[in-house]
């Protein structure tokens, strides 16, 4: 779950994160399918990602609630925001 959360962190912070994992980008969804597939063997095996989607659609309302939504991140500036995107 910390390597998960700390995508999301990285995705809010880039202001990637959707408002819900159903709502994702193509880039935020390749990003953590990345992540957890590197970090744990059992997400590799399964096609299309489909392992890592399902742990996402359950897991990320509860960092939602806990991170985003209780104002422990910070996102990117704009300045900085519009030098990279």
Known sequence: MS????????????RLDPSSWTKKTPK???Y???IMKTGFDEFQY?????KVKRFA???YPDWCCDA?????LTCMSD??????F
Do not use: M, T
């Open 68 to 72: 985003r939504e209780l104002g422990h």
């Open 3 to 14: 390597a998960a959360k700390q995508a999301w962190n990285e995705l809010y912070r880039i």
């Open 46 to 50: 399964c096609n299309r990602d489909w």
């Open 57 to 59: 659609i359950i897991k």
């Open 28 to 30: 935020a969804a390749s």
């Open 79 to 84: 300045i900085l925001f519009s030098c990279f």
């Open 32 to 34: 953590l399918a990345y």
